[in-house]
């Protein structure tokens, strides 16, 4: 079922020559896991904002054509009712804290949207429990490392049970640790609440593994769009936008380009080294017949 | 140990089983005191009364030594401004003459007053940011029923002091590590590039409002609207119990106040005229 339409969408913010969004049409389906790649000013962030209504809503601008959530144009939403089924996190988790202990931004959200204690003592544990923030609670957000911020903030929006949840640039700020760990939630996430995610990232490793679907923006469009291992097989046009592949499908385009392998990328590791072993298996008969 | 506005407490300290509201309350009238109060000497025992309670909440008391400077400058700027700045007052008793200036008997004793009236309101004052947190402050306007978006922007103005600080070192780093240094350098030199800084930090200001107020709508807050009607659980605050212990203290703290305006405009007492000072004088 399609949950988020962008018909014709584009967006120019005030002043600006040229549109930051350019006639999108793209399709989300409910539960799936996308990637939202591309490189700096190509219009991601703005297409993050546009779901949940903080385009047009707080920035300046002109909108053409239509962005429907749940079968609603944004701009008919009443304030507030989108942020239920629409989650957002920023990719600077320090800017994102409203309260003054970890619990205390936990629950924001959840007394926001009129939940009763009960509920939020219920939702309070099933999020500790899936970030693993319960010896943080009682400390103040700003006094935490880069990672636990970022999982505070994603715990935060997953209180609030939203249908979609929308990162941007989640892990841009974290160290590699922190970054897994990011992804670890987000994956439990995706296990237990089969919930739509829409991850905006640089960093494509955790990443490709996880998602359904790539979409490359470059220049307010869409110019890829596709399953992983269909996206990655158009290397030479992301090397030339710029795009940095995950080590791993890298090195194995250079294989298939080299005619030493065939056949669909690996994207992760353990599927490269399944592939390898293979390869030297393939090798050694070779060599001995 | 707690972490607190001003530093840490023990977990073990008595303060730390007191409601929020008691401290807050505690705060607020206890600092009004000195301002019914003139005779030094009372105003003395309040002082060393809150230094006690400060000991008792095992409140680390070399926090204390940090104040003594400011103390002494502001007794200094006091003292010059009611005698040397203090003017010519034909009526009053003359103790002796500095640089060709009168001092007078009752201007040094007014310089007294004053100076041990702020004592107690920076004792009281330092008591309470050393045994709350800002979650305590926040709580103890909710238990009030403040209205939350009081409470909140309140939280904010606290939140956003810290924030500007510390946006305030990223900037005087960055500009350091391309050459631009104050140190050593005279005020008025200061002053001048005080805007090298300004700017930068003005700049990130209006960055940090913006993503602010996003993150405030992405957690579904309205100041206004539809949402802003939703009825809110006060989580928080389920974890305070006003406890028969808070009614006594808040009970005790206003019988206190009373006691002391029925004390002072009754009966009398804890004024200028019958106050040691003007006894020792006469």
């Known amino acids: 079922m399609a949950i988020i339409q962008f018909k014709d969408f584009s967006w120019t913010y005030l002043n600006q020559p040229k549109p930051a969004i350019n006639k999108i049409n793209l399709t989300i389906q409910e539960g799936q896991f996308i ?136 892990t841009s700020m974290l160290d590699p640790i922190s970054r897994t760990r990011v992804f670890k939630v987000l994956e439990k996430t995706k296990q237990e609440k089969n919930n739509t995610v829409i991850v905006i990232e640089h960093s494509l490793e955790k990443l490709v593994p996880m998602a359904d679907r790539l979409i490359m923006l470059y220049d307010g469009q869409v110019l890829l769009d596709d399953e992983p291992r269909a996206f990655f097989n158009n290397m030479p046009l992301l090397m030339e936008k710029g795009i940095q592949s995950p080590g791993v499908i890298a090195f194995f385009h250079q294989l298939i380009q080299g005619g030493y392998e065939h056949g669909l990328l690996p ?23 | 140990m707690n972490k607190t506005l001003l530093g840490y407490v023990p977990k073990e300290s008595p303060i730390n089983a007191i409601h929020p509201f008691v401290k807050l309350f505690f705060l607020l009238i206890v600092s009004l005191f000195p301002l019914f109060i003139q005779a030094p000497e009372w105003n003395g025992i309040l002082f060393v009364a809150i230094l006690l309670l400060m000991a008792y909440s095992r409140i680390n008391m070399g926090i204390m030594r940090i104040y003594v400077p400011v103390a002494i400058s502001m007794g200094t700027i006091i003292l010059i401004s009611y005698t040397i700045l203090g003017g010519i007052h034909p009526d009053y008793a003359i103790l002796f003459n500095v640089l060709g200036r009168p001092i007078y008997w009752e201007r040094v004793r007014d310089a007294l007053v004053v100076y041990i009236r702020i004592l107690p309101m920076i004792a009281t004052m330092v008591f309470f940011l050393s045994t709350s947190r800002e979650r305590d402050v926040i709580v103890a306007m909710r238990s009030i029923k403040a209205p939350f978006v009081v409470t909140y922007v309140f939280a904010m103005a606290l939140r956003s002091a810290g924030m500007v600080l510390e946006d305030f070192h990223i900037v005087r780093q960055a500009e350091q590590a391309r050459g631009f240094d104050t140190t050593g350098k005279s005020l008025v030199y200061k002053i001048r590039k005080y805007v090298m800084y300004m700017i930068p930090l003005f700049a990130l200001s209006l960055r940090r409002s913006e993503e602010f107020t996003n993150a405030l709508i992405a957690r579904g807050y309205a ?42 405009y009754i009966l009398g007492f804890m004024g200028l005229e019958s106050s040691l000072i003007h006894l020792l004088y006469q």
Request: glycine share 8%; proline share 5%; hydrophobic share 45%.
């Open chain 1, 35 to 170: 990637g939202i790649i591309g490189p700096n000013g190509a219009g991601k962030t703005t297409l993050a904002y546009s779901i949940n209504g903080l385009i047009p809503g707080q920035y300046h601008g002109v909108k053409e054509g239509e962005v429907v959530v749940f079968d609603k144009e944004v701009e008919d939403y009443p304030r507030g009712d989108l942020q239920q089924k629409i989650g957002m996190v920023f990719s600077d988790p320090e800017a994102q804290f409203t309260a003054m202990t970890v619990e205390d931004e936990l629950v924001f959200g959840m007394e926001n949207i009129g939940l009763s204690i009960p509920e939020i003592r219920e939702r309070l544990e099933w999020v500790l429990e899936l970030t693993d923030l319960g010896p943080l609670l009682n400390k103040p957000p700003y006094e935490l490392s880069g990672g636990q911020k970022q999982r505070v903030a994603l715990g935060a929006v997953l209180a609030m049970t939203p249908e979609v949840m929308v990162l941007d640039e989640p």
């Open chain 1, 267 to 289: 994207l992760t590791v353990d599927e490269a080294a399944e592939r390898l072993d293979l390869i030297f298996k393939r090798a050694l008969e070779t060599v001995k017949s």
């Open chain 2, 223 to 264: 100041f206004t609207g539809e949402a802003a009607k939703v009825k809110r659980a006060d989580y928080v605050l389920t974890h305070y119990q006003f406890r028969n212990l808070d009614k006594l203290l808040t009970t005790a703290i206003l019988l206190l106040f009373v006691t002391l305006l029925v004390f002072r």
